[in-house]
């Protein structure tokens, strides 16, 4: 009778696989060759006595027993996490790294700060910050690559765990030097001919825009005169400083162009303020370490 063994270093190379799709994926995240990976698996299938994860054209994904197994693999390797953090609060431990991640606005504009005042509080505890668009840091917290994220949407998936934190204000930003800078408002027809600049799609800030543009345009975005299409709020507001377009940005982006006055804003005739909240995010299946309980705790707080 086959006798099915395996351990803990296997669970963790298989799962990865099966949250990254790939095997290529997986060895550069649990800094292997992907040779060793895959022989690893092999291992391992050799071991269990049958297949594990199937090629579906180029993404790896797992058989039924590769499913099973997966679902017992992460409580295994959750019990082992959980053990080791249990025995660094006995112990007292309180320095490490934590693996930080945020969407364009939280992430360039208000977690750098965040963390400074975090380093006084904890100061042999490092923060590594990832900074990239909403549904990537949705993604990376959900592989394992990331323990928490600060993100601008709400609509997580069913392992995503959110918090809100702070709220957030959209306005319309123009240059100093605009046709309407001695404005305090333009309507919704005078912003449909205005060369106008917008985030690239699956941004958090253009989710909550159209949102918004829905309740006196239209079509909403479609009926902007949109001349370009951006990455980061960043290259909008360089884009702005020449005097080319205009754009809608978090308030908090603009602050120091604003307090120089580089930039103005404008209020929309017939539409509410734009305000969205920014959650604070973690998959719900694994248990927080106590360097990452700290860090949830202080950004909660502040």
Known sequence: MLKIDFDLRQLEIFCRVVELKSFSRAADAVFLAQASVSERIANLEKSIGTTLLDRMGRQIVPTKAGEL????????LDM???ARQEIERFLGLKQGEILLGGSTIPGEYILPQMISRFYEKYPFISVILTVAGTREIEEMVANGDLE???VGAEDFNKEIQGQKILNDELVLVINKNHRWAAKKNITADELCQEPFILRENGSGTLKVME???????HKGVEDLNVVARLGT???IKEVIKVNFGVSILSSRAIETEVTAGILKTLKI?????MSRPFYLIRDKRRVAS???QAMIDFLAKE
Do not use: E, F, N
């Open 69 to 76: 197994l997966y679902r017992h693999a992460l409580r295994i």
């Open 233 to 235: 709020s960043t290259a």
């Open 290 to 292: 106590p360097l990452c």
């Open 211 to 217: 949102q918004y543009l829905k309740t006196c345009l």
């Open 148 to 150: 928490l994220g600060v």
């Open 80 to 82: 082992k996490k959980t």
């Open 269 to 273: 005739k017939g539409m509410p303020t």
